[in-house]
């Protein structure tokens, strides 16, 4: 089955993380989109493909999905941009809405993205999310020994995180542990070195609990999260994007621990992890199933950091579902 990708935004984030791996599809014909003309030329004669000169020639062609890699402060405009056309489906970089930028979500990003998310599924378009950090293997391996163990149900979750990983470790929480039900948050008085720190403690819905720390205050030559995922029967602890995972399984009493070689760097890691992402998108366009991470995961990553601004601006707990509500019908996987 031959696919069209239209790419709408062709920055370094195109440029660096997906066209590198969407060139190596065959049965991919590729169109762009971007705002300045000049740089999508250069890709397209680098990686192949036509270019469109506005959103209305790129959608007339019809594609099979579009992956919206703009800056993400433009990505709510774009979205609507595209939503215009009634497209099939959009994939979406992270995080979904950050109209001051990453490390700086308002709560107003989440209600934008809600917009998005509303009116792609009002008129059928399919929305998927990136979270490629889903994709690295150690995260992949951890999830299979908790389904294939039986861990049961969540426990207690903790996190050590600088802000370079940020939306990918709260998306990677709610991925093992499920939705965030209420979270209470302090920030530091000192925001000299770029951002302030945050605390975040918080109760899922499953009654799980949990911890999290945000800053930028961790050497970037060294791990940049720790995540630790306590379980009924056992305990999984991950850490960077290609280091160590340990696993304490209760039943068996057995302390492992599972490393990968050491060849390639943690930026390789990076680098692949999209590859692996994209190729299970593109899959689930071919076999006609959901996709991998749906475009609802999004907008709870972004509930979550709403609920954090909010519970540090009025210094009390707040409830996400009754003070950001999603209601959409449909669920993360």
Request: charged fraction near 25%; glycine fraction near 6%; include cysteine.
């Amino acid at each position: 089955m031959s696919l069209k990708v239209a790419i709408f935004g062709t920055g370094e984030v195109a440029r660096k993380s997906y066209l590198p791996q969407l060139a190596k599809c065959r049965d991919i014909t590729l169109s762009y989109f971007n705002r300045t003309r000049e740089k999508a030329v250069k890709i397209a004669e680098q990686y192949g493909g036509w270019v469109a000169d506005s959103p209305a020639e790129l959608m007339a062609d019809e594609p099979d999905t579009v992956l919206v890699l703009t800056r993400e402060n433009q990505r709510y405009d774009a979205a609507m941009t595209l939503l215009e056309f009634k497209p099939k489906r959009l994939f979406f970089e992270k995080p979904l809405v950050a109209q001051r930028d990453q490390a700086n979500v308002v709560e107003d990003d989440f209600f934008k993205a809600k917009e998005i998310l509303q009116r792609a599924q009002e008129q059928g378009t399919e929305t998927a999310m990136v979270f490629n950090y889903r994709f690295f293997d150690q995260t992949r391996r951890a999830k299979r020994i908790i389904d294939e163990r039986d861990f049961g149900c969540p426990k207690h979750v903790t996190g050590l995180v600088h802000y370079a990983c940020w939306s990918h470790c709260i998306d990677l929480i709610m991925h093992f542990c499920g939705p965030i039900a209420e979270v209470t948050a302090l920030r530091s008085r000192d925001g000299s070195s770029g951002a302030y720190a945050i605390t975040a403690a918080f109760r899922l819905d499953n009654d799980a609990t949990g911890t999290i720390i945000g800053t930028n205050n961790i050497h970037f030559n060294l791990p940049l999260y720790e995540l630790t995922f306590a379980f009924a029967h056992g305990r999984l602890s991950t850490r960077d994007l290609d280091g160590d995972l340990e696993v304490l399984d209760y039943r068996t009493n057995m302390h492992e621990v599972y490393g990968l070689s050491r060849i390639n760097s943690r930026w390789d890691q990076y680098q692949a992890s999209f590859g692996k992402s994209l190729h299970a998108y593109l899959e689930s366009i071919r076999q006609g199933s959901p996709p991998p991470v749906p475009g609802i995961a999004g907008l709870y990553e972004l509930q979550f950091e709403a609920a954090l601004k909010r519970s540090i601006a009025q210094q009390r707990p707040v409830n996400l579902a009754e003070e950001f509500p999603i209601e959409l019908p449909l669920t993360t996987t």
